[in-house]
């Protein structure tokens, strides 16, 4: 079992900067892979990053290829997603995941472990 909780979250301006952080507790941290998902309302869950077991490998949605960047420190337990020049699309619950595949995966439901949300709100 992996617990993972997010926090970080917050209010911010269009264009500006904000860090959300993943940390996690359990099973050896350094075996999963560490995902970030994001729900606006009224909307499904969609991709945003995705970071494989040792940093060396990341993966983002186009919308937000650029802007935000995904990062992990193994010796912490946790996972990072900086995120900057933000829009007010970009408004949402951000989700961090946790999965056993070595493969780098955009698909919610191939993603073991999922922390309750942190609120991300740009304002206009």
């Known amino acids: 079992q992996v617990q993972v909780v997010e926090s970080g979250g917050g209010l911010v301006q269009t264009g500006g900067s904000l860090s959300v952080s993943c940390a996690t507790s359990g099973r050896t941290f350094g075996n999963y892979g560490m995902g970030w998902f994001r729900q606006a309302p009224g909307k499904e869950r969609e991709f945003v990053a995705a970071?494989?077991?040792?940093?060396?490998?990341?993966y983002y949605a186009d919308s937000v290829k650029g802007r935000f960047t995904i990062s992990r420190d193994n010796a912490k337990n946790t996972v990072y997603l900086q995120m900057n020049n933000l829009k007010p699309e970009d408004t949402a619950v951000y989700y961090c995941?946790?999965?056993?595949?070595?493969?780098?995966?955009?698909?919610?439901?191939?993603?073991?472990?999922w922390g309750q949300g942190t609120q991300v709100t740009v304002s206009s």
């Open positions: 995941a946790a999965t056993s595949r070595m493969a780098l995966t955009t698909t919610p439901l191939l993603y073991d472990y």
């Open positions: 970071v494989n077991w040792s940093g060396g490998s990341t």
